[in-house]
């Protein structure tokens, strides 16, 4: 079947909330190979924030993450943080693109999140062999760039505006949700008294 985007179609805002939304194996149907050449970090990183937007419309933490083959540009996985939605406490959006990739030589692949990775995140993407990592968001919270750099991991900062101001609402609004996604349940009980 022939991909519905090729090389010629205008790469939008639609047309990123489309790759965002459509499960990963069927992208093939979506973008062509001629039109995935065309993709730029800033592109996958826009993707990984509208995922980021679908998971704060689910009501749950504005967190998304796409991984991209170094090879090809294909999008082999991508997620949303689903913690909430889920009611599981470590589905954050690197483990849900992680998952959604499945068993694959992450070697050779590169994963854009659009907030700074957690401590378990950090450590499953040095575990699993990426060879780049690009954040999309230090302002609201960093920290974990200097371990992945420390394990051999190329790590580049690429700041989303839209990111940045989506997770900034979503902290400002939710704080207990905040803090239970970064640190557990015990945290918001030691905070509330």
Not at 40 to 54: H, N, P
């Amino acid at each position: 079947m022939e991909a519905l985007f090729k090389s010629y179609s205008e790469n939008n805002e639609a047309v990123l909330r489309a790759i965002a939304h459509m499960p990963t194996q069927s992208l093939p149907v979506l973008i062509g190979q001629d039109f995935v050449q065309g993709l730029t970090d800033a592109d996958y990183m826009r993707i990984a924030v509208y995922l980021a937007q679908k998971s704060d419309e689910e009501g749950g933490c504005p967190i998304g993450a796409v991984i991209v083959d170094n090879t090809t540009g294909q999008i082999v996985g991508k997620g949303h943080n689903t913690l909430i939605q889920e009611d599981h406490p470590y589905n954050h959006g690197e483990t849900s693109a992680i998952r959604d990739a499945g068993r694959i030589d992450f070697s050779q692949t590169t994963l854009f999140t659009s907030l700074s990775p957690c401590d378990v995140c950090a450590t499953l993407l040095y575990m699993r062999g990426f060879s780049r990592v690009v954040v999309g968001d230090v302002t609201n919270a960093g920290g974990n760039e200097a371990l992945l750099r420390e394990k051999g991991i190329q790590v580049d900062i690429l700041e989303d505006k839209l990111g940045i101001e989506q997770y900034a609402k979503f902290r400002a609004e939710k704080p207990d949700q905040d803090l239970e996604d970064w640190q557990g349940l015990s945290a918001v009980k030691n905070q509330c008294g």
